[in-house]
């Protein structure tokens, strides 16, 4: 839908927003326009750039529509439903329980219990795949806050459960070390306003890339990069409980939520929602950090036994699988301890005997 100063009275425009039109220029993004048509009714244009600079939110008649200024084609917009909730209803406290329990025991206890720490994994990472395909291709119409987060709730216990199978040992220590590094790089993006970089592609770049230096981290020194996975996992976990107790959908929530939705049903509701964070959001991200550091010493002194070493002369994916504690040889296979069955003794036979 294209607009043209010439269809309408000078005087009704502001002298930026004339010149921004003739030059084919795009209108800032706080500006909204209330243009008078031929039927009296109100045209609003809103012009956005957090996401795609080229899109124009339209508002027509009651109904909204984003329109592309290149093909003009449209998506009906809707709220920007991500399972959040809003206060402290249901939705906000099942996330802000999780949060708060998954990331306690993560960060308190994560080495020591490192069997169930491994199904977790795998369950947050199937939990976090799950949100994201389900927000990013919902429709206009949405889903309801409880049922988006009962669905990733479930998702979350199918993978845990999942995750307890010993073939599954190796590939839950590879999503926790991704997830730890991925926190990182989250913290690291969430601390500016409108995200650390932009456009959202090059913050999504930039988590990638920790991610992969979590995963090299724990390859090449396995039980620091599992301590620092498992706090700084944990950690990120708990900060998102605790935010959204202090600070509700303001904060770190609506932060994810401009990190992960890139639905064009959404950009209305996310334009009207612009991430700013709250200077508690940033006290609660740099404590996140240094309790992260803390807990990984902590949990590399007081749990060094429950992780095994790998030597440098045996394969990766041996040491990877191979979590066995190294305390005692009680806590070992048995199997690999268990001895050959020895004959009794062999006694000649008496003449006297039956």
């Known amino acids: 839908m294209g607009v043209s100063a010439r269809s309408y009275p000078i005087d009704v425009f502001p002298a930026t927003v004339v010149k921004g039109l003739l030059r084919k220029r795009p209108v800032k993004a706080s500006f909204a326009l209330a243009l ?19 899109q124009d939110v339209v508002a027509d008649g009651g109904s909204n529509t984003t329109v592309n200024s290149v093909d003009q084609s449209g998506t009906g917009t809707g709220s920007a439903s991500d399972g959040a909730g809003s206060g402290f209803d249901a939705p906000a406290v099942l996330w802000l329980s999780f949060g708060l329990v998954v990331g306690s025991f993560l960060t308190l206890g994560g080495m020591r219990l490192w069997r169930t720490t491994t199904a977790l ?21 949405g889903l309801s806050d409880l049922v988006l987060t009962l669905i990733t709730l479930g998702s979350f216990m199918l993978g845990s459960l999942g995750g307890l199978f010993k073939s599954c040992r190796l590939a839950g220590l590879t999503a926790l070390s991704i997830l730890g590094g991925m926190s990182v790089g989250m913290r690291l993006v969430l601390m500016r306003e409108g995200l650390l970089l932009r456009p959202t592609g090059l913050n999504w770049i930039f988590i990638v890339v920790c991610a992969v230096a979590g995963f090299a981290v724990t390859l090449l020194r396995q039980r620091i990069g599992i301590a620092l996975s498992c706090t700084f996992t944990g950690t990120f976990l708990l900060l998102i409980g605790v935010d959204l107790a202090s600070n509700q959908q ?21 334009s009207d929602m612009p991430y700013k964070p709250l200077i508690m959001t940033q006290i609660l991200l740099c404590l996140s950090v240094v309790l992260a550091l803390a807990m990984a010493c902590v949990q590399f002194l007081f749990f060094s036994n429950y992780v095994e070493e790998p030597s440098r002369t045996r394969p990766f994916t041996q040491y990877f699988a191979s979590m066995y504690p190294t305390q005692s040889a009680q806590k070992l296979d048995m199997d690999t301890l268990r001895l050959p069955l020895q004959r009794p ?3 000649p036979e008496s003449r006297f005997s039956l």
């Open 36 to 54: 008078p048509t031929h039927h009296g009714r109100g045209l609003t244009v809103i012009h956005r750039f957090i996401h795609a600079p080229t």
């Open 121 to 141: 994994a795998i369950g947050l990472v199937l939990a976090f795949c799950v949100w994201v395909a389900i927000v990013n291709v919902m429709g206009a119409e």
């Open 250 to 270: 303001k904060g770190v929530s609506n932060g994810l939520r401009h990190l992960l939705d890139g639905n064009s049903a959404h950009t209305l509701a996310l």
């Open 345 to 347: 003794p062999v006694f």
